[in-house]
């Protein structure tokens, strides 16, 4: 708000073009697999110069990106170390030093325990204490034999 209590319309806008970009990434509607096909075929630095919609749309992603969260069902989705679990760029980028061999493909259900808690054990060396209880935070699925989603 500003201070006469008019709304930012710029935020507001900002986030409605995050929420199409999710709508557009989760619909099966013709015009959420247009967009999808068109951007996937696409140069996306092209498209940051080419038409208004183009240009919103990637607004929408950066928006999405910052915001969007794994919610872990099976854990066979989320890649452990290269998807965005905090904040805005991969697990890999917040420790120091290079993965160990095969840490790489590590997926999410390797860090779930069968009770459906988080289990850092099966890392072969130690997590900064405030990474693993950033991601002791994100929700986990109630069942197992559901498909990871991202929220």
Known sequence: ???????????????LLGN???KASTSHDPWACLLRHQFATSNPTRLRRGSSNWKAITVGMDVWNKGDKWLIGNGESAS?????WIGDSPLKCLIQGPLPAQEELRLGSSVLSRQRTWDFSSIPFELPKAIRD?????????????PDSII
């Open 1 to 15: 708000m500003g201070g006469l209590g008019i709304p930012n319309m710029d935020n507001h806008n900002k986030a």
């Open 20 to 22: 199409l970009v999710f």
């Open 80 to 84: 452990f170390w290269n998807d965005h």
């Open 134 to 146: 950033s991601i002791q935070g994100l929700p986990i699925g109630l069942r197992h034999d559901i």
